[in-house]
């Protein structure tokens, strides 16, 4: 039986051996975090280390990390009119997001739907600063919520930019770091975030964890999410989900410690596959290719391909990628992040993503292109016969 090759890190990371070894030792531990007896501490001190690392990994302080349940609850927690400043309780009135946000953003959080204005990318899959600006300039104080890198295309976003410009209208910025954590260099001082949003599988944690993290202790949550004990300062209740954070710790720390090398690493292996699409198909698009990406995402599309069938065909071959089209109730919808660049349909829809990290190699990456071949060549003789699906 073949290896399987994996290339959809952006979609969900594997365990680091040393999540999995925080995981085990916590799940050993009986004591709820909350009971003040000697299990119970044992349990406290693992999250609180937890808490040290996962802040660590951004430049915050750890008192300012809010364990949730993923990046999907730490967006929902952010993204509320209720968001209070020390002793200004004055609620927020209106949203804005960009136009390419993860669905977590785009649903808006406790905003009413009129509330939320997009403002759009440029061509490349950048935010507009400029529309940014005049949106800011046009009405109320806002919350804005951008992301630091695009899930689909991987490209970077203008944060500390965006920072200066909310701030000076009076406004707050929450980030979804989701992607960019363990990626690129994150401080949420020099990002000038108020929130930033980070998710545990997505940087070799388990699933089912994820922080929302303050820059000042002086931000409060005056409706948090989930009501109910005391746990995480009030604005998160419920037990801990002990094992999870543990691991979330663990990875966080081996991600700090490791950056460099892992983003050398990273950026070496997309040079050799975006140079082995450009060899073997010149007509390939490749998304966000002339702007600042993470160093391990590609979307790359080729005309006449369909996403779906592209998949298929390479997980067929042993290969796990994902198409840069959201799919659900059993439709493939267009991705709305190709649709804010302004990408016609037809050629969106053979948008396929390929992400790696740490554990990939060059062996996988030429893999993929052999692969790729394949199903080029097989597409090209469908299409002489009429056959182009
Ligand atoms: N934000 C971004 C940019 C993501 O890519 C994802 C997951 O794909 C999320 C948020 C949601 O994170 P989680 O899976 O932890 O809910």
New binding site residues.
């Given amino acids: 039986m073949s290896v399987r090759v994996y290339l959809d890190w ?3 990371a594997p365990l680091r051996p040393e999540a999995h070894a925080a995981a085990c030792a916590a799940l050993a531990l009986s004591g709820n975090p909350s009971s003040v007896h000697g299990e119970g501490r044992a349990a406290r001190r693992l999250i609180e280390q937890a808490r040290e690392d996962v802040a660590a990994l951004v430049g915050a302080e750890a008192r300012n990390v809010i364990f949730t ?7 929902a927690l952010a993204l509320s009119p209720m968001l209070e400043r020390g002793a200004d309780k004055q609620p927020f009135a209106r949203l804005l997001i960009s136009a390419i ?5 785009r649903a808006g959080g406790r905003f009413a739907p009129g509330a939320v204005t997009e403002v759009p990318v440029r061509s490349e899959g950048v935010v507009d600063l400029d529309v940014l600006e005049r949106s800011l300039a046009s009405g109320s104080r806002a919350l804005v919520s951008l ?1 630091a ?3 689909e295309t991987g490209v970077v976003q203008p944060i500390a930019a965006a920072a200066e410009i909310v701030h000076r209208f009076g406004g707050l910025l929450h980030v ?4 960019a954590a363990g990626r690129m260099p994150l401080d949420i001082n020099a990002l000038g975030a108020d929130l930033l ?1 980070l ?4 940087i070799g944690g388990a ?4 922080a929302l993290i303050k820059r000042a202790e002086a931000l409060h949550f005056g409706d948090p999410l989930i009501k109910g004990g005391g746990q995480e300062r009030g604005a998160r209740a419920g037990t801990e989900n002990v094992a999870a954070i543990a691991a979330f710790g663990a990875a966080a720390a081996a991600a700090r410690n490791r950056l460099g090398d892992e983003i050398a690493h990273m950026a070496a292996l997309r040079e050799r596959l975006e140079a082995g699409l450009r060899a073997l198909t010149p007509e390939a698009v490749i998304f966000g290719a002339d702007v600042e990406r993470l160093p391990n995402t590609t979307l790359v599309t080729l005309p006449g391909a369909k996403a779906e069938t592209l998949v298929i065909g390479f997980d067929l071959e042993d290969i796990a990628v994902s198409s840069g089209a959201a799919c659900s109730s059993g439709k493939v919808a267009p991705s709305h992040v190709l649709a804010a660049m302004g990408i016609p349909r037809e050629l969106a829809r053979g948008a396929i993503r390929a992400s790696t990290g740490a554990a990939t190699t060059t062996a996988d990456i030429d893999q993929f292109l052999e692969v790729w071949k394949k199903l080029v060549q097989r597409l090209s003789i469908k299409e002489k016969r009429g056959l182009a699906a």
Avoid: F, I, L, Y
């Fill in positions: 952006n979609a969900s349940s993923g990046g999907t609850e730490a967006n946000e993860h669905p977590s953003v992301m890198a695009n899930n979804d770091a989701v992607q949003t998710s545990a599988h997505k699933k089912g964890a994820g």
